[in-house]
């Protein structure tokens, strides 16, 4: 029985521009690093923002546990096997687990605002590699789900795509998170092994040496973009300020 869940690799033409595309991407956020004010905070949303938010984030997950269902179903009615064994997933539990940890050791305010920020951390972390992963991948999944293959792509990545968004925006909630230029830099070097990747092997499902490695040092740098989120930038405001003619705030 063939398994579901994987995809086409890239070939040709279609993997260097792939890679050109993640490479012009990367480049541009590193830019946008080095040029915008920066640390900026995000507008927090109010409680009523928050708590809407919140139900969308439950609904999507809703949604896609209920559409991953039927997925399956006819996946299995065309006599598929399941998924391949998900080797990353170790790697991404102990990343999340030490995100958790260093947020909320660390984090100010300390207490309840520290360890709630430190689970939205762990939980968003996956997200900034799954959502631009998954916009690769999306159109390349094997093999076709019959009798509509598009149709069956639609009903699995569009609530998962809910589901990635709404979590990343629930990061607007916690009053510690604040844009740096290492959040940019992170995030584009993450996009650069996807480049890497794309380029080297075609964006390979991870079951050789090399897009395993890929897959695994990506993941990472989507962890640590997620940290920067959450660390000191004290050097940088005082020297924004300082740049301003105002005085570094009081420690």
């Known amino acids: 029985m063939r398994q579901y869940g994987t995809w086409f690799s890239y070939s040709g033409s279609a993997k260097l521009i792939l890679a050109i595309v993640l490479v012009a991407t990367a480049a541009a956020l590193a830019i946008a690093g080095l040029k915008l004010p920066l640390p900026a905070r995000p507008h927090r949303p109010g409680s009523n923002t928050t708590t809407l938010l919140i139900v969308a984030w439950a609904i999507s997950i809703t949604a896609f546990l209920a559409c991953v269902g039927v997925y399956a179903q006819q996946a299995q009615r065309d006599h598929l096997a399941g998924r391949p064994a998900d080797n ?35 939980m968003a972390a996956p997200m900034v590699f799954e ?44 009053p510690m998170v604040r844009l740096s230029r ?50 000191p930038v004290r050097g940088q405001a005082e020297l924004g300020n300082t740049q301003a003619g105002q005085a570094p705030a009081p420690a």
């Open 88 to 122: 990353i997933l170790p790697v991404t539990l102990i990343a999340a687990g030490v995100t958790f940890f260093i947020i909320a050791v660390t984090g100010k305010p300390r207490g309840g605002p520290a360890v709630i920020s430190a689970a939205i951390a762990a």
């Open 131 to 174: 959502l631009p992963f998954d916009l690769v991948v999306m159109a390349r999944t094997y093999p076709p789900i019959a009798p509509n293959p598009a149709l069956y792509r639609v009903v699995f990545f569009a609530p998962l795509f809910l589901v990635e968004i709404t979590t990343l925006a629930l990061l607007t909630w916690s």
């Open 182 to 231: 290492a959040t940019f830099f992170a995030f584009a070097a993450m996009l650069a092994v996807f480049a890497v990747w794309a380029l080297a092997v075609g964006f390979e499902y991870p079951s050789a040496p090399l897009p395993y490695a890929l897959n695994v040092v990506s993941k990472l740098l989507a962890f640590v973009t997620i940290l920067t989120l959450f660390l």
